[in-house]
């Protein structure tokens, strides 16, 4: 073989192999991009899927802490108890069974609303509670009265709920979640510290304190509270002596955190219930049917209870809640055998019970105090003209709005207008 055969089939060989070379590196870089670009895509979808969650705000979660397990526990002896009750007060009622599926939905309310975990699954139980409570206030709904009275216990929740859910979207905002946990930062209840800043946690606080006035009966909006004795007296029993009216006091347990970090806030809290305290218990006195009178006596209690959880005794307002429910349920469910407890109390005893005596209080002070107390100091018809009157103008406003608008899109209109016409046309 010659020389420059040798020197070319080098030359190819070592062409060859550059060549085979350069395809594996560049199939290995092929290899190396397409495994990055699969990493990219699992890396999005990783990343959207997390995003997705973090603003997934709305889901239900449920905890079992010192607070949710006693009054869960309250919630189920008391309604069963009450349905015990009912089952033979109403029997033979013409609303026998519509009163037990309010009852269930009202139940089923309150067990979401005391084992809530988030926000928004409080509010959903604060709903159910909230619609339950004014349909069996209009149950009797051949009578005039318990349907004025239940649209007054509606709009009042109304308007209490626009508060409540304001402050749901405001702490989702804030803290970008709805848990409670996300919301007290380290520790459970009692001992959560609040993540939200001071005038965060004062702003969101007074719309939930809003809320609990609303739902717990609070100066200003404690004239719905005997109204809704219009109800069957089981009804009353459970929801306005036992737990519906314990409701405000838990939501502000359950957001005890935020008191704490706002001392604005408290002292908001501690201001409302020492009012409501003075004006439920001078209204009390001279109330003159049992169920009025353990009404008030009831809110009473409540803002007791408000003005504990305002000074962060928690636990001693948790227990005032336990047994104040049971002791007033016991009493409303009573309230029918009244006059017989106190015949019998009379005759054990021999005498008449001593009349309560009125104190140092001069007879013009004493006048106009029983007129405030007796006029409930006006807030039934501050209630009526600024809340129950433009709640339900705005409401008929849209019905008849959309009673044209449906009238008007299937064509009645005119038709109607064409009838006139052919009608006036007759006529001449």
């Known amino acids: 073989m010659m020389p420059e055969d040798k020197g070319s089939d080098a030359h190819a060989v070592i062409k060859s192999v550059n060549e085979n070379g350069a395809t594996e590196k560049e199939a290995a870089e092929h ?46 002896v008391l309604c069963g108890v009450i349905a015990a009750f009912a089952s033979r007060y109403l029997h033979r009622d013409e609303g026998f069974h519509r009163f037990f599926i309010y009852f269930s939905f009202f139940q089923l309310g309150m067990i979401l609303s005391s084992v809530a975990g988030t926000i928004e699954t409080l509010f959903f139980g604060w709903e159910l509670v909230g619609l339950s409570s ?3 206030v209009a149950f009797f709904h051949d009578r005039p009265a318990p349907v004025a009275n239940g649209l007054r216990v509606w709009a009042v929740y ?56 609303g739902k717990s009966a609070l100066v200003p909006f404690s004239g719905w509270l005997p109204r809704a004795m219009e109800g069957p007296t089981p009804s009353s029993a459970v929801f306005y002596g036992a737990l519906s009216v314990h409701l405000g006091a838990f939501l502000l347990l359950r957001v005890s955190s935020l008191l704490d970090e706002s001392l604005t806030l408290r002292i908001l809290v501690i201001l409302l219930g020492l009012i409501t305290m003075v004006y439920a218990t001078m209204v009390t006195r001279v109330q003159t049917d049992i169920k ?12 007791i209870i408000v003005v504990e959880i305002g000074f962060g005794l928690r636990y001693i307002a948790l227990i005032h809640i336990i047994g104040h429910a049971c002791l007033r349920t016991l009493q409303l469910i009573r309230a029918p055998s009244l006059l017989r407890d106190y015949n019998s109390m009379i005759n054990a005893i ?15 002070m004493r006048s106009r105090l029983y007129r405030f107390a007796f006029d409930r100091g006006n807030l039934d018809s501050l209630l009526d003209e600024y809340v129950v009157r433009p709640f339900v103008l705005a409401f008929s406003w849209s019905d008849r709005m959309e009673q044209r608008w449906t009238t008007w899109l299937s064509g009645q209109s005119k038709s109607t207008d064409d009838s006139a016409n052919e009608k006036a046309g007759a006529d001449v």
Not at 32 to 52: I, K, L, Y
Not at 292 to 303: E, G, H, K, N, P
């Open 134 to 136: 004014a349909l069996l």
């Open 350 to 364: 021999g005498a008449y019970l001593p009349e309560a005596r009125a104190g140092n209080v001069s007879p013009t």
């Open 292 to 303: 009025s009178s353990l009404a008030f006596s009831s809110l009473t209690q409540v803002s």
């Open 158 to 213: 109304r308007i209490a709920d626009a508060a409540f859910l304001v402050a749901a979207l405001t702490l989702h905002h804030l803290s970008g979640s709805g848990d409670f946990d996300g919301i007290a930062g380290q520790g459970d209840w009692p001992n959560g510290t609040a993540v939200l800043s001071e005038g965060s946690a004062l702003f969101v606080g007074c719309l939930l304190l809003f809320a609990a006035a």
């Open 31 to 76: 290899e190396a991009a397409e495994e990055a670009a699969e990493n990219e895509v699992a890396h999005a979808a990783a990343s959207s899927e997390e995003s997705h969650s973090d603003h997934f705000h709305f889901r239900l979660k449920f905890v079992f802490d010192r607070l949710s397990v006693p009054f869960v526990i309250m919630t189920f």
